[in-house]
């Protein structure tokens, strides 16, 4: 399973996704797409983002079993601690 997670990008990123995930809530997609699509995808939200972020959470031979990706502004960002990941926030 994939989540995408879109923080205060332009409207037309949510039409995109739509067309290979589902919509659960404002900016929180999931689906099942095929790596291809996958990259594909990503390489349209990372070059769109604007402003904005994007955070992809994507399965991964790993002991957490999942891999992410994280584009635009760094509202939060993974980072490795002893092979599992976890998410930071910037301070302010």
């Known amino acids: ?3 995408i997670v879109l923080i205060a990008t332009a409207e037309g990123l949510r ?5 290979w995930m589902i919509e659960i ?4 997609f999931v689906g099942n797409p095929s ?6 995808l990503w ?3 990372s070059q769109r983002v604007g402003d904005g972020q994007v955070i992809m959470i994507e399965p991964a ?3 957490q079993r999942w891999a992410v990706r994280t584009a635009g502004r760094d509202r939060g960002y993974p980072v490795d601690y002893d092979g599992l990941i976890l998410f ?5």
């Open 25 to 28: 809530t404002a900016g929180v």
């Open 88 to 92: 930071a926030r910037p301070r302010h």
């Open 15 to 19: 039409g995109h996704l739509t067309r």
């Open 35 to 40: 790596a291809r699509v996958r990259d594909h």
């Open 1 to 3: 399973m994939t989540v």
């Open 61 to 63: 031979n790993n002991e």
């Open 43 to 45: 390489n349209v939200l």
